[in-house]
T-cell receptor, first 112, second 109 residues
């Protein structure tokens, strides 16, 4: 099992550009989430999904879109990148609500 | 404002010392999890506690969930340099998992 795979690992964007961060899991997990991690702030929830076709907003959803067309994939789209979106992004998945999450290794995004 | 408050934010100790990290909230959680994260990697789950008053042990690590399911603690006995890392608590509320800001632990040999 590969677990949770995130691509790319590093990305530099110019302000205003759009891009998609990819996340795939091969554990047949229903729950998937996207977090951003900034120094001193822990992980903040951006969007999450409880199953294919179902998504909802987390704590900091503005500027991001998600979709969940399959159980395996949960891409995160930045619509128009801003310097405030410079961060490390983590995708995570879990079999059940309340169970522990498996995290990907992260995408380090810099917006200039 | 963090829903989960962790303390201390930073801890630097000598090898062999004991330590406790706290995770507090005014909200009730259905479960609480502890993760450890190393630089450049994603968090890795250490434990999940579900029942109020529950105590779980993982080698030299002891985790406790408060009776009211609003707080938790992580105690490390005889810390080793390999314990160095960022320790994160996370609470489950509905379909969301929310994190504290973390405790950076440095164990010096």
């Amino acid at each position: 099992n590969a677990g949770v795979t995130q691509t790319p690992k590093f990305q530099v964007l110019k302000t205003g550009q759009s891009m998609t961060l990819q996340c795939a899991q091969d554990m047949n997990h229903e729950y998937m989430s996207w977090y951003r991690q900034d120094p001193g702030m822990g992980l903040r929830l951006i969007h999450y999904s409880v199953g294919a076709g179902i998504t909802d907003q987390g704590e900091v959803p503005n500027g991001y879109n998600v979709s969940r067309s399959t159980t395996e994939d949960f891409p995160l789209r930045l619509l128009s990148a801003a310097p405030s979106q410079t961060s490390v992004y983590f995708c995570a998945s879990s079999m059940l609500q309340g169970n522990g999450y498996t995290f990907g290794s992260g995408t380090r995004l810099t917006v200039v | 404002t963090q829903l989960l408050e962790q303390s201390p934010q930073f801890l630097s100790i000598q090898e062999g010392e004991n330590l406790t990290v706290y995770c507090n909230s005014s909200s009730v959680f259905s479960s609480l999890q502890w993760y450890r994260q190393e630089p450049g990697e994603g968090p890795v789950l250490l434990v999940t506690v579900v029942t109020g008053g529950e105590v779980k042990k993982l080698k030299r690590l002891t985790f406790q969930f408060g009776d009211a399911r609003k707080d938790s603690s992580l105690h490390i006995t005889a810390a080793q340099p390999g314990d160095t890392g960022l320790y994160l608590c996370a609470g489950s509320r509905g379909n969301k998992l929310v994190f504290g800001a973390g405790t950076i632990l440095r164990v010096k040999s």
